[in-house]
């Protein structure tokens, strides 16, 4: 769910639907939805060009406030209910919202999936959620998956973000989903490292290549959760790997994926990512994710050096990158059992609701918060196709068995 891959995400689905679909071209030609008007809607937070980002950073916004006890503006809900298309589904960004979609509107499940767990959260918008949750349910590939974009072959991540929309909306999949997510996830034995992550997708050849992004949403999607994800009941024990020519089930996903993220944020407290060439960087959204996988796998003892770094390194990061990334750490605080309000020295809430319009209530009286002035001011594929940022998180010599 990392806020910085949202447009080289549009850019690589587009590239896959485009060799699958002939009459969609690249998105230099043709945008996923019609160009940004020149003044922001008053409903949306954040103050950069939603054209890639819009439903999602509202989305995570809406249901980071809904978390953290305050009860969002009318118009910023309202915003975000009117860009969902009459069949249902949800395009990044919609500058004329009250016009049809058309073939120009490109739709895809990661913002539709957003929008979802937004909408069912804030309440009041179940029409709009049935439409959508029937969208996504159709939009389920043969394989148990879903893709970014209608067309496009399952990713982990996608399919992580569906599953959580499902459960948020108490709906279910046609067909399972978590045979996928078990077939990509990784054997611990295997020979290079990244025994227990799962991989985005498989290269050409079939290979599994460990994906932090990947392995944190596929962890959510094992588990059923969403991304206000709170913590689950820590193992008495660490997990030991299940036998590499098993098929692993839903909970021997979950705890594998979890242990690939203990062991890859174990030395620093952080995951890195970098672009080709360049040198590697702490990764504040993966690591955010990787947070809250963890702690809704039950391992909060491995994910408390990870948080504890983010509390002191991170506001700088969010304050740059806007709503979606507050809504990350707000994320990672509620998994946690934290208060977002006091993250770190910054009130992350009041930072968030500066983005946009002033929620309509907040919950003063909620314990330990901290009454200080907001700062105005970003996954969620992060794929094997885009530029290799969040991937390859590899480690040789992976502990076997983790005691928690």
């Not at 290979?207 to 949403?217: F, G, H, Y």
Request: net charge neutral; proline share 5%; hydrophobic share 40%.
């Amino acid at each position: 769910m990392n806020v910085l891959r949202r447009s080289a995400a549009v850019l690589a689905a587009t590239a896959v639907i485009g060799a699958a679909m002939p009459t969609m071209t690249a998105l230099a030609a043709d945008d996923p939805s019609p160009s940004a008007s020149a003044a922001l809607p008053s409903g949306l937070y954040g103050s950069t060009d939603p054209k890639y980002d819009g439903v999602w950073r509202q989305s995570l916004a809406l249901l980071a406030q809904h978390t953290a006890g305050v009860t969002p503006a009318a118009k910023a809900v309202d915003w975000l209910a009117g860009q969902q298309c009459a069949n249902g589904a949800f395009a990044a960004f919609r500058a004329e919202p009250t016009a049809a979609c058309d073939a120009k509107v490109t739709v895809d499940t990661n913002s539709t999936a957003a929008a979802v767990q937004a909408l069912k959260a804030v309440g009041g918008h179940d029409s709009a959620v049935g439409k959508a949750v029937t969208w996504l349910k159709s939009q389920q590939n043969k394989d148990g998956g879903w893709g970014y974009a209608p067309g496009s072959p399952s990713d982990t991540n996608s399919t992580g973000v569906v599953i959580g929309a499902l459960a948020a909306a108490g709906a279910s999949a046609d067909r399972t989903p978590y045979d996928l997510l078990a077939k990509w996830s990784i054997p611990c034995d295997q020979d290079g490292g990244g025994g227990g992550g799962l991989a985005y997708q498989p290269d050409k050849t079939g290979k599994l290549t460990a994906n932090a992004d990947a392995t944190a949403a596929g962890v959510l999607g094992a588990l059923g959760k969403g991304f206000a994800a709170t913590a689950g009941k820590a193992p008495v024990e660490g997990y030991i790997c299940a036998d590499s020519d098993k098929a692993r089930t839903r909970d021997e996903v979950a705890r594998n994926g979890a242990e690939y993220l203990a062991d890859a944020v174990h030395e620093k407290g952080y995951l890195v990512s970098a672009l080709p060439g360049a040198k590697p960087q702490p990764d504040y959204g993966n690591t955010a994710d990787a947070v809250v996988a963890m702690a809704a796998q039950g391992w909060t003892k491995p994910a408390k050096k990870s948080y504890a770094w983010l509390t002191a390194n991170s506001a700088q990061w969010a304050k740059q990158s806007g709503p979606a990334a507050y809504a990350e750490l707000i994320f990672a605080a509620h998994a946690m059992g934290a208060d977002p309000r006091d993250f770190g020295g910054t009130d992350l809430v009041t930072a968030l609701n500066a983005t946009g319009p002033a929620p309509r209530a907040a919950a003063a009286e909620h314990t330990g918060a901290k009454k200080s002035s907001g700062t105005s001011v970003w996954w969620i594929v992060g794929t094997g196709l885009v530029a290799g940022i969040g991937i390859g998180f590899l480690f040789s010599g992976r502990r076997k068995q983790r005691q928690l």
